[in-house]
């Protein structure tokens, strides 16, 4: 683990500079106290790095699941009278957590690591635009300056009457002029540090935009405050508790409250954030061995026992929950990460920086963050990503489309069970409409009909209807060498035309091996033939001879 120390150093103080801010952002958005995202990055970073077969996957809290983590905690938190409480909800929601990485490690002793395999790209591309799009609509308030509901999260429908897009017009109302010059300049400084020249420049390579927006936040911060009528608010500032003022250092890490671990909503929310993370890591890891330039290959079911046991942890110590992210992974890879090293230093120094400077990280303010979450945001609902899925056809950009609408008007879960639905509707009707190829040849009054792969009771209608317009006296070919599975009601329905066939002067050949159940059936109908008609024991050897 040590080979590649020279590389492994310098990348791990990257990944650490770009975690930092992020984590405070994601808890932000996430509606939980800002230091569980803190708590989540020194888990994933240590902890996951130590356990996961990954050599340069980094881990920490995940964008992916902020929706999925405001939801559940406004749930736990909500008495039956409709009244919030964080210190009710986040406890009860620090056991779902534990809960969840238990079942991870479960899901990988049953051998679960291709579960990301059974889900769409169509569906997951929609999930990650959505949870893009999400973020920026969240997020536009606090660039603003407008923070009353300072959590970020607040489902489609808010705690404040208002909605996602009627929040919007409400933060017009309510302008910082401070918060937005920090807004305006951070995204100028990220997108100057995305272009290709600022790349070629090794120290911007070391020093990333991240780092410089959340510092100069502070001195804007700082200095713009300094005149009449500018001002900040405690609100509008990043909040990590003093070790200090909550009695030492580990009475910053909150216990989580088991008092009801085996109630259904626990069961249920651990249950979710298992499966969303255990399928955001995975296509991570995917996404991460591509980018990967010595091409290591990630064992995806030792990585879900290290996703688990780092939940179950964070959980137990006050943490968000965790997954691998692609974001820190691949900044650990374009700065010249080697061994998972990188992301245990990186995980060291997040611990080292909340012990000696929690002073310094309560003077960022939210603005700065909020401009780092809608860069990210974009990046995770590119334009050019909606090009390339229209591209792509009907069948993948319906199933994309609906699946982001459904996330934003609704939730995650509800958005990706309609957008999955919606993808195997359109599996079922590309079958449906495509069971068959119909070609005529009218000078030699011939018809071939080949059939598909497979050919299901969905398509008896269709095929009857071609059938039934074959001209009488017509020599048809029915090709069945591609199919592994023809449904017994569309057998029936070729056996009927074949005998309706006897008595039009139409002639009808069947090439390829039927499955077991065709086979069967004609074995069926042959003994009802029996030594009868000529012409349909020649159908019999017609349907045998291959």
């Excluded at 429908?157 to 010059?181: R, Y």
């Excluded at 979710?272 to 991570?284: M, Q, Y």
């Amino acid at each position: 683990m040590f080979k590649h120390l020279a590389k492994d150093l310098p990348a791990g103080l990257v990944v650490f500079l770009v975690a930092v801010p992020l984590c405070l952002g994601i808890a932000l958005a996430s509606g939980a106290p800002l230091f569980s995202g803190i708590i989540a990055g020194i888990v994933g970073g240590i902890l996951v790095g130590f356990i996961s077969g990954s050599k340069i996957g980094v881990s920490g809290p995940a964008a992916g699941l902020a929706v999925i983590v405001y939801d559940a905690i406004r749930q736990l938190g909500t008495n039956s009278e409709g009244v919030f409480s964080m210190e009710v909800g986040f406890p009860l929601f620090l056991s779902a957590v534990v809960v969840a990485g238990f079942i991870q490690m479960l899901l990988a002793f049953g051998r679960a690591g291709i579960i990301g395999y059974f889900f769409p790209n169509s569906v997951i591309s929609g999930m990650l635009s959505a949870i893009g799009i999400i973020i920026i609509l969240k997020q536009i308030p606090h660039a603003l300056g407008h923070d009353v509901i300072a959590e970020g999260f607040d489902g489609f429908n808010q705690a404040d009457g208002e909605n996602t897009f009627t929040e919007l017009w409400v933060a017009m109302q309510d302008i910082n002029p401070v918060a937005v010059i920090i807004t305006l300049i951070s995204l100028l400084i990220l997108i100057l540090w995305e272009q290709k020249f600022m790349k070629n420049i090794k120290v911007f390579q070391l020093i990333q935009g991240p780092l410089v927006v959340v510092v100069l936040g502070i001195i804007l911060g700082k200095f713009l405050t300094g005149f009449d009528g500018f001002t900040l608010s405690g609100d509008e500032m990043v909040a990590i508790p003093l070790a200090s003022e909550e009695g030492g250092f580990l009475n910053l890490f909150p216990s989580p409250d088991f008092s009801q671990v085996f109630s259904l909503p626990i069961l249920t929310i651990g249950f979710t954030i298992a499966i969303v993370a255990s399928l955001e890591t995975l296509l991570c890891v995917e996404a991460t061995d591509k980018l990967d330039p010595d091409k290591n290959v990630t064992p995806t079911n030792r990585e879900l026992i290290a996703q688990g046991a780092g939940n179950v942890v964070s959980g137990f110590i006050g943490g968000l929950p965790i997954t691998q992210v692609i974001v820190r992974s691949s900044a650990n890879i374009q700065s010249g990460g080697k061994t998972k090293l990188s992301t245990i230093i990186h995980g060291l120094l997040i611990l080292i920086s909340v012990m000696l400077l929690p002073d310094v990280l309560n003077l960022i303010p939210l603005s700065s963050l909020a401009a780092i979450l809608l860069l990210v945001g974009y990046k995770l609902a590119k334009p050019s990503l909606f090009k390339e899925m229209a591209s792509k056809g009907k069948q993948q950009f319906v199933p994309f489309a609906i699946t982001i609408v459904s996330i934003v008007f609704t939730d995650l879960l509800i958005g990706i069970g309609i957008g999955l639905a919606v993808g195997i509707f359109m599996i079922l009707f590309k079958n449906y409409s495509t069971p068959f190829s119909f070609k005529s040849k009218n000078a030699d009054n011939k018809v071939i009909i080949s059939l598909s792969e497979n050919v299901t009771f969905l398509n008896k209608a269709a095929i009857k209807q071609a059938l039934n317009t074959i001209p009488e006296g017509s020599e048809v070919w029915i090709d069945a060498s591609k199919s592994s599975y023809i449904h017994p009601d569309v057998i029936e329905i070729i056996e009927d035309f074949r005998v309706h066939s006897l008595s039009t002067g139409t002639t009808v050949t069947i090439e390829g091996s039927f499955d077991e159940d065709m086979q069967n059936h004609l074995v069926n109908f042959e003994k009802e033939v029996g030594n009868g008609d000529a012409g349909k024991q020649s159908y019999i050897a017609s349907i045998w001879k291959n």
